[in-house]
């Protein structure tokens, strides 16, 4: 009886037997699925490639940061603009700023 079952189920006859119309819904129903299935993994893939190509962007990024950062903090080194002002015949002053003191109204009438 099992191998006739499944001599059966091998020959395909369940497709054209008199409740086929039901097993062949059965079918298209499972051939749906399997296909959003496929689709939907083939989505989640190209998210995570999508995701590791960013993260490598953010990486590249966060390292020219640092470089630019730390290249602007050279060039903000009083040695360095004293250096690029001299080609410009500007020097730094040699003799010390003076602190001006205001004297406001109400101090100076009493």
Known sequence: ???????DL????????DDAPKNWLFIIFVSFLATVMIGSSHSADKKVHQIAALNEEVKELRSEFVD???DVQK???ESKITEVLSVKELYPSEVPPKKIKVMS????SK
């Open 75 to 77: 060039l903000k080194l």
């Open 1 to 7: 009886m099992v191998k006739k079952g499944l001599l």
């Open 10 to 17: 091998l020959k395909g006859k369940f497709l054209v037997s």
């Open 105 to 108: 109204k109400t101090l100076a």
């Open 68 to 70: 630019v950062r730390s």
